[in-house]
């Protein structure tokens, strides 16, 4: 098979959707196939070492669809048909439906070719109380309901995003729900070499008190600015903890909390990409913080996957959680995590609690998530799905 990849943002900017982009045609390559990524980042000063290809669209394509529909969606069509007359692709998946999706979906159509659209967060999912979303705007909302349908085949992370698309009058047998991966060998590598003390003096964090970890960008979604007041009550139940949060932008927590320091609360930006691979993500140092702490809490509100949950599973961390859109699709209560109702900090305090006291049930969640992140997430797993997924869309055609 020959597969194009079409996706905004690419090497030397990452993300998870970026890095899953990568991980899927590493691993369809390695396999045989084709890969060819197609986006719209100028290109980087250094070609990285890959076993598949990447090809630049003009940088402001997306602007122009958004800002000049008419302009960006005839240079669009314009570049996508050259591609295809040139490299004969077998099938495109679009990740992110809004802006390429919705502006490539009638090239595809018009010209019969078999096409993918895997929506990554705020291109399928709205969440009105914080802005969330693409579809609050009527205009792209108007659009997504009349695009998205025209795709032959759709991948959705969670069943939470599977029921997005179904409420877009997408047919059940188009989308084939696909998590998003880890490299599992890399974490179980990092968790049996590493050094927790040493890693817990590296970023000032104390050797012998709890370690709480929260890993993700600072986001209204994300929930962190309960952080502060689970610790807060944490602190009044005579709790001796580290709270790390990991992430860009995670700062402003600080920021806007001014006791976070008071409160073992410590803010960690950047982690340099080991052996200077940007496609080395989670970093080793990131995957060695994960290995060195004690409990994982993401108090998010929504998710359309949850990344760092499977990250954290992969680590043997015992999950915290909250009973989120996205979150409730990857963890089970009782059996890889914990849960408790979304936006209630004092119940997040007091599942922290609980499980410090419960080591019997601490160990059991540790070892199903090792367990589970292998049988379920581990990326040639998940590149088995896409394949699948792509074999079912071209045997349609």
């Known amino acids: 098979m020959k597969i194009a990849h079409l996706i905004a943002q690419f090497y030397p900017y990452f993300g998870g959707a970026e890095i899953c982009v990568h991980n899927v045609c590493r691993t369809l390559s390695d396999n045989g196939h084709s890969a060819t990524v197609i986006c719209t980042t100028p290109p980087a000063d250094s070609k990285p070492d890959l076993n598949y290809d990447i090809i630049h669209l003009f940088p402001r394509t997306c602007g122009l669809l958004v800002k000049s529909p008419l302009i960006g969606k005839l240079y669009l069509e314009y570049a996508l048909s050259k591609l295809q007359k040139k490299h004969k692709f077998d099938l495109w998946q679009v990740t992110m439906g809004y802006p390429l999706g919705i502006y490539a979906a009638d090239f595809f159509k018009r010209n019969k070719i078999p096409c993918v659209l895997r929506c990554c967060g705020e291109d399928i999912q709205k969440y009105p109380e914080i802005g969330y979303g693409y579809r609050l705007n009527r205009k792209a909302d108007s659009l997504v309901k009349a695009k998205y349908p025209l795709f032959d085949g759709f991948v959705a992370l969670t069943p939470s995003v599977m029921e997005e ?19 599992t060998a890399k974490f179980a590598e990092i968790r049996m070499k590493s050094d927790r003390a ?43 903890f580290n709270w790390a949060v990991v992430g860009k932008n995670c700062g402003q927590i600080a920021a806007k909390f001014p006791k976070c320091q008071s409160l073992g609360i410590k803010t960690i930006e ?42 954290a599973m992969a680590a043997g961390l015992p999950i915290v959680t909250t009973d989120a859109p996205g979150v409730r699709d990857v963890i089970d209560d009782g059996e890889n995590g914990l849960k408790v109702p979304v936006g209630n900090p004092r119940a997040v305090a007091d599942m922290v609690c609980f499980l410090v006291k419960n080591s019997e049930l601490s160990r059991k969640l540790s070892d199903n998530s090792i367990r589970q992140a292998k049988d379920s997430y581990d990326w040639e797993i998940v590149t088995g799905k896409y394949i699948a997924l792509y074999d079912k869309i071209l045997k349609g055609h």
């Open 270 to 311: 950047n982690f340099a990409k080991s052996g200077g691979d940007v496609f080395s993500l989670p970093s080793a140092e990131l995957i060695e913080l994960y290995c060195a702490s004690d409990i994982f809490v993401l108090p998010t509100l929504i998710e359309t996957f949850g990344m760092v949950l499977v990250e």
């Open 165 to 183: 698309y179904l409420a877009l009058g997408i047919p059940e047998d188009k989308v084939a729900i696909i998590p998003n991966g880890v490299n």
């Open 198 to 240: 040493a890693v817990r003096r590296k970023y000032g964090l104390s050797e012998d008190s709890l370690l709480i970890l929260t890993v993700g960008r600072y986001h209204p979604k994300k929930g962190f600015d309960e952080i502060p007041e689970i610790a807060k009550i944490l602190a009044g139940k005579n709790i001796a």
